[in-house]
């Protein structure tokens, strides 16, 4: 790979309500108005050799539309993070768990640590920074390409985090994207918060 587009999926029908959805099985599709974003995305992305995507509808329904023709690859390790007892609800009870607990604390309900997640994105990463493909689309979560673009700037995670605007292109070279995990992975071999 010579470089990368991260795009955050499209407006969901679980991101339009404000609800969390960590279990890729459950069938939680875009709006109208996500897939009018993935329309338009298609017309502000490069030319593409391969798409990687989430398990969840929600991402490959965005790949498909915004680059129909493109080989697809899907990539677990690329999944959202594990909401555990907070599936299904309102953001914000997991928002206020989620600034008290330590980085390697399971969500309550068999959910899953921000560690655990960073572990997966950083072996997803890894697997596309090996493929031969010269030009691809990674369509996935927020909180994946948040960790990625924060890594870019110098910053480890955080238990808060701006989110990432729907269907909006990030394009890195492949050593930017390698520097970003080499930094989620150092930090996930010793992770902690920093103080603010």
């Known amino acids: 790979m010579n470089r990368a587009v991260l795009v955050r999926h499209a407006e969901s029908e679980a991101s339009a309500a404000g609800i969390l959805n960590g279990i890729a099985a459950l069938e939680v599709g875009l709006t109208e108005a996500g897939r009018a974003q993935s329309r338009a995305l298609a017309a502000r992305l490069p030319a593409l050799d391969l798409v990687a995507t989430s398990e969840f509808r929600r991402a490959v329904d965005t790949a498909e539309l915004a680059a129909p023709d493109v080989p697809r690859l899907v990539l677990p390790d690329l999944n959202e993070i594990g909401f555990g007892a907070y599936e299904g609800g309102l953001y914000l009870p997991y928002r206020e768990w989620a600034g008290s607990a ?95």
Request: glycine share 8%; hydrophobic share 45%; charged share 25%.
């Open 102 to 196: 330590g980085p390697a604390d399971p969500c309550p309900g068999e959910g899953e640590s921000r560690v655990d997640a960073v572990h997966r994105y950083v072996r997803a990463f890894r697997t596309l920074l090996q493929r031969p493909e010269p030009a691809v689309l990674v369509v996935a979560h927020g909180l994946v390409v948040r960790y990625v673009l924060n890594a870019l700037e110098g910053l480890d995670p955080a238990p808060l985090l701006d989110g990432v605007p729907c269907a909006e292109p990030y394009e890195l070279d492949a050593g930017e994207l390698d520097r970003a995990v080499a930094r989620l992975e150092a930090w996930a071999l010793a992770p902690r918060w920093d103080s603010p």
